[in-house]
Every structure is written in structure tokens, then in C-alpha cells.
């Protein structure tokens, strides 16, 4: 095992991948075969298990719904009596392990979505500028460049203020940011990759921009936009979570993740299960999908291409 | 010479991209600029009717940016109706607290993430490594404000150490520090392993190893000084993740600082000090990773050459 954790880091950044790969940790070609005897790539692959599992059973492992109050049966602490109380009751009464299970729907639903809307978006600016070059190029990169000028989450908070607070503009604004930096990994990847002999071939060969961008260009800038959205889960889904719990994303009484903790910081000295629960799930689910990530890295090794 | 002139070119247009649009913010907020601003006032015709002229709203939009531009040059950033006071005094009183926080999470930082990293690449393929680095994964993971609130729970209601809310009191300031400062450490640690790792595999040290000098003094003396670089690039992008941190961070621990300023005036529709902070935070950005370029050719001589 050359490299246990490689680069690709959560910090919303528009990380220098680059200095990830060197060459003292690239993973040999020879194994290429073994993603499956990578252990970061299991322990990732269990960890995600830990989370979507439940949360896609929730309606069967959950015996009450999210939004089912109890008024007799506020603040409970974890038990294991009954399953509803595994995780304890809130302040009216509604079950925690059900509001955490259905809660997942929206987190990770929402993480995915950002990632199909930001990485397509994304994906195809990328290809056309960095095929195509010149002015369009230009232009498209220095707008990039300007998005990628607002640290983080600031980004997103601008687009919130703009749009106002909900889960769909949470989503839209987290897609914002993510469009920049699918852009310049596949610029970088498409610049490349024009160059190579065999789309040079095909060209010579009459082939229009078009057909040689979505058959030779893209195919081969896929290794990068498929660890970026690994990595963009996770980022996507702690953003969410971050907009959820400052109050500008999902709004109550919907449970996500984010905007659970922020329910359970009004109780958390006298009801700590409110907001630690819903926060741990968050924190396996992007643990787990750093793993995989990493581990995709090494498999995939996109440095070959581009970045 | 040339190099810093052409750094300081670069950011001078990206101050000018940003600032463009942080302007364009309030044109798209539905509904006019005018009413955006005001809030509640703008049911006041004189109020108005000034503010119109001062934001030269009937002029075109080129003229009305310069306005604005002028005025954001002059310290004008506006009047928060909702804070009753100038946008920029809500800034001054706000600013300082969120540095001393940022300052204080980049030390933390700093010093664990090199710690930790260098014990990761010292260590190389042992279980200390996986254990560490691990670690370091999950310090990046874990959403800052949810850490913030699990160090609340054992460090302030748990073992009564420190105050719940972060005052502005040095004791105060320790568990909002450690939250953000965790948070990045991960980042810190992973980068500063991956770039020992790749200078010990250099020729050099190969070389001055084989010359019979101990590992301490190679380390020390020749992967150590090499290994700087890279980490002063770690901290170009930690001041990136450390401010939208702060955003976080100030809010879990109800500390005065930018980061919150914001988010109350996002909750508030207070578009003026949205535009102002967002303004503050960018440049401010901007120029540290400036700062952090023009220190590339002082401790890198090859970089900024001619």
C-alpha cells in the first residue's frame, strides 16, 4: 500500500491537484486491477453502506415518520426499548432516529443533485474551452477564475442572499460553485487531450468538433470528473448541511442533517442526542466518500489525463 | 522585480472582477435596487428619492458601478437601515474579532498539521500512518459547526472548562479556535506529508544519505527546508477555508465577527452589509494569497527569477 490516503481534500477548495500526484505516491499501473483489495476503498464502501442503507429503509426500519410529535414524550434519551427511541425524542416528542433516516433522503438527495447540475455544467464549459481555445477560452476560464476569487461557502452564501433561503435554492447555489472547478479540471484535461496523436488523426480525418469533443475528448476527461464528483459529494453535502444549519437552506420543519443540528443546539445541554445524532451520519457519509474518493483516485490515476 | 509587478497587475484585476460582481449582487435581487436597501424604510418617498440620486439609479449601469465603486473607495459602503449605523462601523466593529479567530485557527493549524504530518511521513506505511492520517481524514469530514458543538458539550457543559458562547475573553476564544483550527489541520497535515514524502524520495537526500549522515540531520537540513514551499501553499488556500469557516464557527458559538455579520444580514435582507462583507471577505482573500506569492520568491530563489 504506496499511498493508505492520497490527496483529494475536503476543503472546498480549488485544491493544485497537481501536487497531489507526486511521484514518489503515484500508485503503479499494476493496480489498476485491485480497487476492490484496497482497504481505504472497503472501509469507505462500509461506511457509505452504514448510512444509505438505512436511510433508503427508512419507511421500513422506521416504525414512526419524521413528523409524528408526541407531546408526552419530549427529550427522551437513547434507549433501546423500543426502536423509535433509539436515538432519543426532541423537544416535541418526534423520533430522532426516524428524523435522521428520513433526513438522509434530503442530504444526500440534495448532494446529488448538486453534483449532476454543477459537474454537467461544469463538464461541458470545461470541454468547450479547453477544446476549443482562443477567445472563448479565454473568456469562459477569467470567469472562472473570478468564482473561484470567493472563498468557500461565500460563494454560496452570496447566491443564497440573492435567491433567498430554501432547499432548492441551497441546491442551485452549491451547484454554482461547484460549476468552476468541474470547468477547470476538464479545461485542463480537454487542452490536453486535443493535442493527443488520435484525435489529431481524427480530425485530419474530417471529424467536426462535435463528434471528436463527445467521442475522444470527453472519454478521456472522464477519470478526472468521476473523482471530482466523489470528492464534490462530500463537499456538496457538508455545504448543504452548512447552509441548512445557518438557516438559509432546508427550512423546518423538513429534516436534513445540517438543519437538525441547528434544532438541537437550542437543547443541547439538556438533550445532547438531538443534534450529535444527525451530525454523525453526516460526518460517516463524507468520511466514507473521501475514502472511496481516494481510493478511485489511485485506481483511475486522472493525473495521466490533464489537471 | 517583475514578478511581483505582475502579481500585483493580477490582483488588481481580480479586485476589479470581484467587485464588479458584488455589484451585480444587489441588481439581482428581484425587485429594485432601492427597495432591496431600504427594507422597511422605503415607504419613505424622501428616503427615496436620496438614495436613488446617490446610487445614480436613473443614470446607466457602468455609472452607477463607478458610483459605488467610489463610494466603497471612500470607506462609503452604505447605511443598514435594519442596524441603524454606516455599514462600515458595523465592519470596524466587526472585522477584528473574526481575525483573531482566523489568526488563532491558522496557528492551531499550522502547528498540529505539521506535527502530525511529519510524524505521518517519518513514519511512512507504519499504523502510526494509517492511524494519523486517518485522522487527519476525519478532522476534514466532520462539519466544523457540528465538531464546534461536540466540544461545547464535553469542554463547556460536560467538564465546565470554558464558557459556552464565546465572549470576547481569551478563554472565550480557545473552543471556537480549536473548532475552526481542527477543521483545517486535517488538510495541513495530509499536505505537509505528501510533500516530505516527495522530497525524501529526491536525489538529494538520497545522496545525503548515503554519505553517512543520521536521518536527523538529513531530515532537519535537507528535506525540512525543501518541504516549506509547498506548505506555505497550504496556507494560501487555509485562509480561503478559514474565513468561510469563520462563517460557521462565529455563528455555533454566537461570537462577534464578519462570518455572522453576514449571515444575519442575509436572515435580515440587509443587502447593504451582504454586499459589504462579501466585498471584505473576497478582497481579503485576494490579497493574502497575494502576500503568499510574493513570499514564494524569498524563500525560493529559483521563483521570480530575471
Redesign the interface.
Known amino acids: 500500500m504506496a499511498d493508505q490516503l492520497g490527496e483529494p481534500m475536503l476543503a472546498g477548495e480549488a485544491l493544485p491537484l497537481p501536487v497531489a500526484e507526486t511521484g514518489a505516491e503515484r500508485a503503479p499501473a499494476f493496480r489498476r486491477a485491485g480497487l476492490l483489495r484496497q482497504r481505504n476503498f472497503l472501509i469507505g464502501v462500509i461506511l457509505l453502506a452504514i448510512v444509505v442503507i438505512p436511510v433508503l429503509l427508512a419507511p421500513v426500519i422506521s416504525p414512526v415518520g419524521p413528523d409524528t410529535q408526541n407531546a408526552g414524550a419530549s427529550f427522551l434519551a437513547p434507549s433501546l426499548s423500543h426502536l423509535s427511541r433509539l436515538m432519543g425524542t426532541d423537544q416535541f416528542g418526534r423520533s430522532i432516529w426516524a428524523r435522521v433516516l428520513y433526513g438522509g433522503r434530503y442530504s444526500i438527495g440534495a448532494s446529488v443533485v448538486v453534483v449532476i447540475l454543477g459537474g454537467i455544467a461544469g463538464t461541458v464549459l470545461g470541454l468547450v474551452a479547453g477544446y476549443l481555445g482562443g477567445t472563448v477560452s479565454f473568456l469562459i476560464m477569467r470567469v472562472v477564475d473570478l468564482l473561484l476569487a470567493f472563498p468557500g461557502i461565500l460563494l454560496a452564501l452570496g447566491v443564497t442572499a440573492i435567491l433567498g433561503p430554501s432547499l432548492v435554492n441551497a441546491v442551485i447555489a452549491v451547484a454554482i460553485v461547484a460549476v468552476p472547478l468541474y470547468a477547470r479540471i476538464v479545461e485542463g484535461a480537454a487542452r490536453e487531450i486535443r493535442n493527443l496523436p488520435y484525435v489529431r488523426a481524427s480530425r485530419a480525418l474530417g471529424a467536426g468538433p462535435g463528434h471528436i469533443i463527445v467521442r475522444h475528448v470527453l472519454p478521456g476527461a472522464m477519470p478526472a470528473v468521476i473523482v471530482q464528483t466523489t470528492v464534490w459529494l462530500g463537499i456538496a453535502m457538508l455545504w448543504i448541511a452548512a447552509l441548512g444549519f445557518l438557516g438559509l437552506g432546508v427550512q423546518p420543519p423538513t429534516p436534513e442533517w445540517g438543519q437538525m443540528v441547528s434544532d438541537g443546539q437550542a437543547s443541547l445541554t439538556i438533550a445532547w442526542w438531538v443534534a450529535v445524532f444527525p451530525g454523525a451520519f453526516l460526518g460517516l457519509f463524507v468520511v466514507g466518500i473521501s475514502l472511496v474518493g481516494d481510493a478511485l483516485r489511485d485506481w483511475l490515476n486522472p493525473s495521466a489525463v490533464g489537471t | 522585480m517583475r514578478y511581483v509587478g505582475k502579481r500585483l497587475l493580477a490582483l488588481v484585476v481580480?479586485l476589479i472582477?470581484?467587485s464588479i460582481?458584488?455589484f451585480l449582487?444587489l441588481q439581482?435581487?428581484p425587485g429594485s435596487p432601492v427597495d432591496a436597501l431600504l427594507g422597511q424604510s422605503a415607504t419613505n418617498p424622501a428616503a427615496v428619492a436620496k438614495l436613488t440620486r446617490e446610487l445614480g439609479l436613473n443614470r446607466s449601469l457602468p455609472v452607477q458601478y463607478w458610483l459605488w465603486l467610489d463610494h466603497a473607495l471612500h470607506g462609503n459602503l452604505g447605511y443598514s437601515y435594519q442596524n441603524q449605523q454606516p455599514v462600515s462601523a458595523l465592519i470596524r466593529q466587526n472585522l477584528p474579532s473574526t481575525l483573531v479567530l482566523a489568526g488563532s485557527g491558522l496557528l492551531i493549524s499550522l502547528v498540529g498539521g505539521i506535527v502530525l504530518g511529519a510524524v505521518a511521513a517519518v513514519r511512512r506505511?507504519t499504523p502510526a500512518?494509517?492511524v494519523l492520517?486517518?485522522i487527519?481524514?476525519?478532522l476534514?469530514?466532520?462539519?466544523?459547526?457540528?465538531l464546534g458543538?461536540?466540544l461545547?458539550?464535553v469542554f463547556a457543559?460536560t467538564l465546565p472548562w470554558f464558557p459556552?458562547v464565546g465572549g470576547t475573553s481569551l478563554r472565550g476564544l480557545i473552543l471556537p479556535a480549536f473548532t475552526l483550527g481542527l477543521g483545517?489541520l486535517?488538510?495541513t497535515a495530509?499536505?505537509v506529508r505528501?510533500?516530505l514524502?516527495?522530497v525524501?524520495?529526491s536525489s538529494h537526500v538520497i545522496a545525503a544519505r548515503a554519505k553517512g549522515l543520521n536521518r536527523r540531520t538529513v531530515f532537519i537540513k535537507h528535506v525540512a527546508r525543501n518541504a516549506v514551499l509547498?506548505v506555505l501553499?497550504v496556507v494560501g488556500?487555509q485562509?480561503?477555508?478559514l474565513?468561510?469557516?469563520a462563517?460557521?464557527v462565529e455563528?455555533?458559538f454566537s461570537r462577534l465577527g464578519i462570518g455572522r455579520l453576514?449571515?444575519q444580514?442575509?436572515?435580515n435582507k440587509d443587502?447593504a452589509t451582504?454586499q459589504a462583507t462579501?466585498l471584505i471577505?473576497?478582497a481579503f482573500?485576494?490579497v493574502a494569497n497575494l502576500v503568499v506569492d510574493l513570499l514564494y520568491p524569498v524563500l525560493d530563489p529559483r521563483i521570480g527569477g530575471t
Open positions: 481580480l472582477g470581484i460582481l458584488v449582487m439581482l435581487i506505511d500512518d494509517s492520517m486517518g487527519a481524514m476525519t476534514v469530514a466532520l462539519p466544523s459547526f457540528w458543538l461536540i461545547i458539550l457543559v459556552v483545517v486535517g488538510i495530509r499536505f505528501s510533500s514524502l516527495e525524501m524520495g509547498p501553499t488556500l485562509v480561503g477555508a474565513l468561510s469557516g462563517v460557521l455563528t455555533v453576514l449571515v444580514s442575509i436572515l443587502y451582504v462579501v471577505i473576497a482573500y485576494a
